[in-house]
Nanobody, 118 residues
Framework: QVQLVESGGGLVQPGESLRLSCAASGIIFSMYVMAWYRQAPGKQRELVARISRGGSIDYVDSVKGRFTISRDNAKNTVYLQMNSLKPEDTAVYYC????????????WGQGTPVTVSS
């Protein structure tokens, strides 16, 4: 059974930081591209950042210079370090695994809420 379990969300003030974690089980983690998406109330889910099997990284423009995605294949975990948080970063953040060479399967986590408010 595949599970992606996010943690680390919460309520913070503008300018503060949070670190999200996503622990994967049931997949060969190193074979997957890992990504963080977010969905704000009333908006479509959007890609925030992704990291390839080889470590190549992409960010949505709105988080460049503030967010950092990383992965630890030994721990089957992907992280999202979020600094200088803004109210517009408020959303539910989802972990997503996809793009394995040997499989077309993709998997979502259950999401962790992030609220940035003073």
């Amino acid at each position: 059974q595949v599970q992606l379990v996010e943690s680390g969300g919460g309520l913070v003030q503008p300018g503060e930081s949070l670190r999200l974690s996503c622990a994967a089980s049931g997949i060969i983690f190193s074979m997957y591209v890992m990504a963080w998406y977010r969905q704000a109330p009333g908006k479509q889910r959007e890609l925030v950042a992704r990291i390839s099997r080889g470590g190549s990284i992409d960010y949505v423009d709105s988080v460049k210079g503030r967010f950092t995605i990383s992965r630890d294949n030994a721990k089957n975990t992907v992280y999202l370090q979020m600094n200088s948080l803004k109210p517009e970063d408020t959303a539910v953040y989802y972990c997503y695994a996809f793009g394995a060479l040997s499989s077309t399967a993709s998997y979502w986590g259950q999401g962790t809420p992030v609220t940035v408010s003073s």
